[in-house]
């Protein structure tokens, strides 16, 4: 009988007898073998009771009607089975397992094995591929299992501008970037929308050190920090006031206040454990206030660097660390002081005003005449307080420097007396009182410089006017405010003196606050002491210069105080018909006080 090529289906003979018998039986085949159906393939011997049309692949070692007859297609028919030998390339679907099976021409394989995808334009698995997505896949989880001692997945780029990153994303909108996003570096970046993103770290690829960078929305973004121990705290680089929110937990916030005093505010509320810490960066004469949300100041920076660092404990925030420099606050004008937060110790210098000189004589020929006493240079009084015994403010009351006497412009009248130099007071806890005023001219013995009121550091007094029994004090190194001088005398011989030289201050590291310089005996006023310019070593300034006498016009002004507390010199006596010298003014006191945390 002759068959086809590869079915081996039966073909009709030219005028063959009986032609619907081979005909039948071709047909019968290809209903076993066209889109070839297997109810089973596990089975070595034939079911009990089959149904005609019934197909299986027989298992090997086959056994019973199905024996020698191993991996055969058998086809039940009319009580009997058919036998139908597989050929390459046969497709079949195996009914009890849902899956395809094909032929290679020595044994039956799943189909799936046979698939080549290569170069497929698009794969969704449990989900559809597009244009951008060409692979896509929906599935509670993917593995990526080894065949070997490891597995990589590997992510390629064209060039080092391109991006080469695991995006994850919620809803389908991004939340966290990880790769190689625009260059070689390693960067991961976050996002609470999708469209603005935070770069939080940056590994270089070339050194393998690590940037924890700041705040993208800062003018000062770029100023970032490089570590090498690859474990350290994040910072942020911040210009001005900031509301902190809980994006900055676990930072160092660097704040720059050269525009301005800063003010930081903490949230509300935190996580236990939560921390930050706030540093000042800049070093400009601006504070940066650290407050909690209710505006209760928790800490002053106010020195390029000073840092706090706090925690949330027991719902509130708790001062874990802080490397404050001391804080020196001057007075110069009465006000109020403000406990700093943080505070341990806080130390208190008062100095009083200076007391003004008095004016010299105006009096006959031949009769004495003496010039005016300097004004007395102010107390200084130091104390030193645990900051825990202040009250959270205290009144600050500054003295004034007491007045000079006014010139005399009436025959044969004293000079005026002074004014007292004003307290200076740090609440009821310290107090420097006002110096003394300078006496005014008469006809009583000469005129003295204004004594040193000092309770420490004592200044030196002025110098009395000069005569030939009086020379020029030398002046010395001191730590007080210097007394003024005396203003210089006209003698019963009708000999004009020049005026005394103003007390010394206190001394520096180098330099003197200097007394002012006498007034010569032509009438010449005194120099002014000169004024303190070192707050940190100086403590008082130096007296004013005692004025000259004159015998045949107005007499010498004595010379001002140097601030703080500088008395003031006299002024010099005159002949009737002349003004004599007016007295020199004291200089205003002063408070300093340094807090240490």
């Avoid at 244009?131 to 080092?160: C, E, M, P, R, Y």
């Avoid at 050269?258 to 921390?275: M, Y």
């Amino acid at each position: 009988m002759t068959t086809t090529p590869r079915f081996q289906t039966p073909l009709l003979a030219a005028a063959q007898a009986q032609k619907h018998i081979t005909h039948n039986e071709a047909l019968e085949q290809l209903d076993a073998l066209v889109c070839a159906r297997f109810l089973d393939r596990d089975l070595s011997a034939p079911p009990s009771s089959p149904t005609d049309g019934d197909v299986y692949l027989i298992k090997p070692t086959a056994a019973g009607a199905w024996a020698t007859h191993d991996n055969q297609i058998a086809q039940a028919l009319d009580g009997a089975w058919r036998f139908y030998a597989p050929f390459t390339g046969l497709i079949a679907y195996v009914a009890d397992e849902q899956k395809l099976i094909a032929y290679t021409g020595s044994a039956w394989v799943d189909y799936a094995s046979l698939l080549a995808l290569q170069n497929v334009p698009l794969l969704g698995v449990n989900a559809t591929a597009d244009s951008i997505n060409k692979l896509t896949v929906a599935s509670a989880a993917i593995l990526l299992d080894n065949i070997g001692a490891g597995v990589q997945t590997k992510l390629n780029k064209h060039a080092a501008a391109d991006t080469a990153s695991l995006l994850y994303q919620t809803n389908y909108s991004g939340r966290a970037e990880l790769g190689l996003t625009g260059d070689d570096d390693l960067h991961i970046k976050v996002s609470a929308d999708g469209t603005t993103w935070f770069e939080a770290f940056k590994a270089a690829r070339a050194t393998g050190l690590i940037t924890l960078v700041g705040d993208p929305t800062s003018a000062s973004h770029a100023a970032t920090k490089q570590y090498t121990d690859r474990a350290v705290a994040r910072h942020a680089d911040i210009a001005g006031s900031l509301t902190v929110t809980s994006t900055y937990f676990g930072e160092t916030l660097r704040i720059d206040a050269t525009s301005g005093a800063a003010t930081i505010t903490l949230p509300a509320s935190a996580t236990s454990d939560d921390w930050i810490t706030i540093r000042k960066s800049d070093s400009s004469s601006n504070r940066v206030t650290v407050k909690n949300n209710a505006g209760t100041d928790l800490a002053w920076l106010s020195s390029q660097y000073d840092q706090a660092a706090f925690a949330w404990w027991g719902g509130a925030w708790v001062v874990l660390a802080r490397s404050v420099a001391p804080l020196t606050e001057l007075f110069t004008a009465s006000g109020t002081w403000t406990k700093p937060p943080l505070a341990t110790s806080v130390d208190v210098i008062a100095i009083g005003g200076g007391a003004g000189g008095g004016s010299g004589r105006r009096g006959a020929a031949s009769t004495a005449r003496t010039g005016g006493a300097g004004g007395a240079g102010a107390p200084c009084n130091r104390r030193t307080f645990a900051a825990s015994t202040l009250a959270a403010t205290a009144t600050v009351t500054i003295g004034a420097g007491g007045a000079g006497g006014a010139a005399i412009t009436s025959n044969d009248t004293d000079g005026n007396t002074g004014t007292a130099g004003g307290a200076t007071s740090f609440g009821t806890y310290l107090k420097a009182s006002g110096a003394p005023a300078g006496a005014g001219g008469s006809t009583a013995a000469a005129s003295g410089g204004g004594a040193t009121q000092a309770t420490f550091g004592n200044g030196q007094a002025g110098t009395n006017s000069q005569s030939s029994a009086n020379a020029i004090n030398t002046p010395t190194a001191s730590a007080g405010a210097g007394g003024g001088a005396a203003g210089g005398q006209l003698t019963t011989a009708n000999a004009a003196v020049a005026g005394g030289t103003g007390g010394d201050g206190s001394i520096g590291s180098t330099t003197l606050a200097s007394g002012g310089a006498l007034g010569a005996n032509t009438g010449a006023s005194g120099g002014a002491g000169t004024s303190v310019t070192d707050v940190t070593t100086q403590i008082g300034g130096g007296g004013g210069g005692g004025g000259g006498a004159n015998t045949s016009g107005a007499a010498g002004a004595g010379g001002d105080g140097g601030t703080p507390g500088g008395g003031g010199g006299g002024g010099g006596a005159a002949l009737n018909g002349n003004a004599s010298g007016a007295g020199g003014a004291g200089a205003r006191g002063e408070l300093r006080i340094t807090t240490t945390f």
